[in-house]
């Protein structure tokens, strides 16, 4: 199976993951791609618009970034209150999704710096929702 037979493969896996969720974008980001598939206002099925290319931060004047995503569904908490800037390392817990009293971790997953906070403690997240961006060391 050639690269771009894998790529298309993946994408329409995505459009169907897309289609049997209540979410409107699913977004991928890895090794310098990025892939994100959106639902089209006001459909349900598997007709998406599907745009992808190179990760828009993989030029070499940008540092590499990668997107940390919720697990789970749930209510986010942190052990402190993270801002752009803060060094982090990988496996550091960043914080906690608390789902009937379960509360599964959100770690590092590489070494870096924390460029955006994209959710406040206490706020509900879905599954697949971005809540950090870090700048990889």
Not at 100 to 127: C, Q
Request: hydrophobic fraction near 40%.
């Amino acid at each position: 199976m050639s690269d771009t037979d894998h790529v298309l493969g993946l994408v329409d896996d995505l459009v169907r993951l897309l289609a049997d969720s209540p979410a409107a974008t699913i977004e991928v980001e890895s090794d310098g791609f990025a892939v994100t598939v959106t639902r089209r206002a006001g459909t349900r099925d598997a007709d998406a618009a599907v745009e992808h290319g190179p990760a828009p931060d993989a030029t070499a004047d940008t540092p590499r970034t990668q997107k940390i995503h919720a697990g789970t569904v749930g209510i986010f908490s942190g052990p402190r209150t993270w801002n752009a800037g803060d060094a982090v390392k990988r496996g550091d817990v960043l914080g906690g999704i608390q789902t009937l009293g379960h509360v599964s971790e959100v770690k590092a997953p590489a070494d870096g710096e924390i460029r955006e906070v994209l959710v406040a403690a206490g706020a509900p997240v879905e599954y697949g929702q971005a809540l950090f961006v870090i700048a990889l060391s």
